[in-house]
Structures are given as structure tokens and as C-alpha cells.
T-cell receptor
Framework: DAGVIQSPRHEVTEMGQEVTLRCKPI?????LFWYRQTMMRGLELLIY????????DSGMPEDRFSAKMPNASFSTLKIQPSEPRDSAVYFC??????????????FGPGTRLTVL | DAKTTQPTSMDCAEGRAANLPCNHSTISGNEYVYWYRQIHSQGPQYIIHGLKNNETNEMASLIITEDRKSSTLILPHATLRDTAVYYC????????????FGGGTRVLVKP
């Protein structure tokens, strides 16, 4: 299994530009999570999906952020317009809902976003 | 989710056991203890989890006190590749529950 795949691995853009981050979860997993990591705030959950449906988007910082999951094998996180404070590493994770207990989340390698 | 408290950092000698403490005094009866680690420039990685019994797998052991208010992650024979930030997370074990990461413990394994 290739694991969770994220693209691009690195993105440098200028303030005001639209940024789209992509994620392919592990095949068969029914949960997908988007996290953001910064030095100041650490790792924080932005949004998560179950069976392609957004369940909790309370962590999305503002309307400039949007996430979609058009099918079970693909999700995007879009920032429009981007701002320097959006610079961070964005992680995608997926898990298989197996009931009570493990529900291990598998993380991708992350996308390092720099907004100039 | 219950709040956890971990030391900010600790050093460990290569080949020795590393004992990482975590306090979670407000843990609820249906909350599990999970440990993840993050090696530099990588995504977090699951290590182990438990409810009230001690657990062991190929990576580590988890010791949970009888009152469940604290736990210890044990890396039996630390290697240089175990240098990472280790996160203790307490949450309900149902599927889809988010992971709330605190500051973690930065572990440096020294030769």
C-alpha cells in the first residue's frame, strides 16, 4: 500500500493567490482528516470527512479555506486568497472506522506551504 | 477530550529504555490513551493505545495506572531513529474522533 499521498510536497506562492492542496487516502478508508501544523499553534485539525461527507469543519480558520471530497479516493483543501499567516505544513490523514478502540489515523508526508 | 500533560523534552541513551510519562487526571471512563510520534519532517505515526490494561506491541509498551490518571510509554531499547516528538492523546475511542495534539515530548536519543 502506498499510504496517504499528498501533493504537492512543497508550494511557494504569493499573497492573494489561490492554493490547492491534494490528498489521496488509503484505499478502503472511510475517514479523511486535514490538519495544519505551525510552530505557534502545533498540530490542529481543520476538517474531517466520513464517507466523503464533511462531518466537522469547526477547525477551518475562516471562509478563505474550503475542503471537498468528491469521491472516496480524492480530497482537496483550497485557500483563496492565500495570506502569509497561512504558511504551515498541511497534513492529510485517513483511517478505517473499525468501531471502538484503535481507529488508527495514517498520515501523509504533508505539504509545506509558504505564502510570500 | 481530556487534557494531557507531558514533559517538554527528555534525553535518552541509545540502547537504554526510554520512559515517557503522561498525566491525564481528568480522563473519562470511555476515553482511551493513544500515543503517536512525529519524526522530523514526517507526518505523525501511531505507536500504541490502551484503555485500562497495559499493552505491548512491536514498537513499545504502554503502562496505565490503576486509576487511569497517568500513563507511561516505554521504548524498550531506544535507537537513534526513535528521536522524535511523542504525543500522548486522550480521546473517546469511537471511529472518526479527531486527534487533539498537545505540545508533546521532544525525545533526543544520544549515542
Amino acid at each position: 500500500d502506498a499510504g496517504v499521498i499528498q501533493s504537492p510536497r512543497h508550494e511557494v506562492t504569493e499573497m492573494g493567490q489561490e492554493v490547492t492542496l491534494r490528498c489521496k487516502p488509503i484505499s478502503g478508508h472511510d475517514y479523511l482528516f486535514w490538519y495544519r501544523q505551525t510552530m505557534m499553534r502545533g498540530l490542529e485539525l481543520l476538517i474531517y470527512f466520513n464517507n466523503n461527507v464533511p462531518i466537522d469543519d469547526s477547525g477551518m480558520p475562516e471562509d478563505r479555506f474550503s475542503a471537498k471530497m468528491p469521491n472516496a479516493s480524492f480530497s482537496t483543501l483550497k485557500i483563496q486568497p492565500s495570506e502569509p499567516r497561512d504558511s504551515a505544513v498541511y497534513f492529510c490523514a485517513s483511517s478505517l472506522g473499525t468501531g471502538i478502540g484503535l481507529n488508527e489515523q495514517f498520515f501523509g508526508p504533508g505539504t509545506r506551504l509558504t505564502v510570500l | 477530550d481530556a487534557k494531557t500533560t507531558q514533559p517538554t523534552s527528555m534525553d535518552c541513551a541509545e540502547g537504554r529504555a526510554a520512559n515517557l510519562p503522561c498525566n491525564h487526571s481528568t480522563i473519562s471512563g470511555n476515553e482511551y490513551v493513544y500515543w503517536y510520534r512525529q519524526i522530523h519532517s514526517q507526518g505523525p505515526q501511531y505507536i500504541i493505545h490502551g484503555l485500562k490494561n497495559n499493552e505491548t506491541n512491536e514498537m513499545a509498551s504502554l503502562i496505565i495506572t490503576e486509576d487511569r490518571k497517568s500513563s507511561t510509554l516505554i521504548l524498550p531499547h531506544a535507537t537513534l531513529r526513535d528521536t522524535a516528538v511523542y504525543y500522548c492523546i486522550v480521546r473517546v475511542g469511537t471511529a472518526g474522533n479527531k486527534l487533539t495534539f498537545g505540545g508533546g515530548t521532544r525525545v533526543l536519543v544520544k549515542p
